[in-house]
């Protein structure tokens, strides 16, 4: 149980093109799902949190009209990479909370690789 | 603030060699504590956690204790194995679930 995934796993674009990455809860709802990125060799940083039905709450340094993100349904939150440029290359991982059950347990998704030229 | 504050690597070792990988932290609250895998291009896994106090988590051979005296919650691990290669990260969870911190993550590399 428990299991997160993302889609695409691995994308690469033109600049000044957009993505959109999907994640998604399989088995569970979740009001909470949090967006990651990770650069080579490196911790996890916080981009935003994206509660169902609301707007979401981004991190200090991340630009909100770059990054956006909508939680539509309680198993789906998608982040859209607006003008992507180079240094947009990254990698983005998605988490989701359970709704019901243990609230603090955060259950990844693979991860997608997003490579921008 | 709350933070985590792990080892830095990489970690070598050989097969069936004990592991640490130390963990601290520092927390305003009563946080859960976690350690997360992630494999090579893989999205992170949940190895193990503690929800208070003297709480030991458990799995797949690995196991850490929460200390809140030493505010500590190591990994040990009694033999890698190769398999066991992975970056880990230590994180903890405070107010509920409502914010979460990582550490930097330590590389671990078990060679046969």
């Known amino acids: 149980g428990a299991v997160v995934s993302q889609h695409p796993s691995w994308v690469i674009c033109k600049s000044g093109t957009s993505v959109k990455i999907e994640c998604r809860s399989l088995d569970f709802q979740a009001t909470t799902m949090f967006w990651y990125r990770q650069f080579p060799k490196q911790s996890l940083m916080l981009m935003a949190t994206?509660?169902?039905?609301?707007?979401?709450?981004?991190e200090q340094g991340v630009e909100k009209d770059k990054f956006l993100i909508n939680h539509a349904s309680l198993t789906l939150s998608t982040l859209t990479v607006t003008s992507a440029h180079p240094e947009d290359s990254s990698f983005y991982i998605c988490?989701?909370?359970?709704?019901?059950?243990?609230?603090?347990?955060?259950?990844f998704g693979p991860g997608t690789r997003l490579l921008v030229l | 603030g709350d933070s985590v504050t792990q080892m830095e690597g990489p970690v070598t070792l050989s097969e069936e060699a004990f592991l640490t990988i130390n963990c601290t932290y520092t927390a305003t609250g009563y946080p859960s504590l976690f350690w997360y895998v992630q494999y090579p291009g893989e999205g992170l896994q949940l190895l193990l956690k503690a929800t208070k106090a003297d709480d030991k988590g458990s799995n797949k051979g690995f196991e850490a204790t929460y200390r809140k005296e030493t505010t500590s919650f190591h990994l040990e691990k009694g033999s890698v194995q190769v398999s066991d290669s992975a970056v880990y990260f230590c994180a903890l969870s405070d107010y509920g679930g409502n914010q979460f911190y990582f550490g930097t993550g330590t590389s671990l590399t078990v060679i046969p």
């Open positions: 988490s989701a909370i359970p709704t019901s059950g243990v609230q603090e347990t955060q259950y």
């Open positions: 994206s509660n169902e039905g609301s707007k979401a709450t981004y």
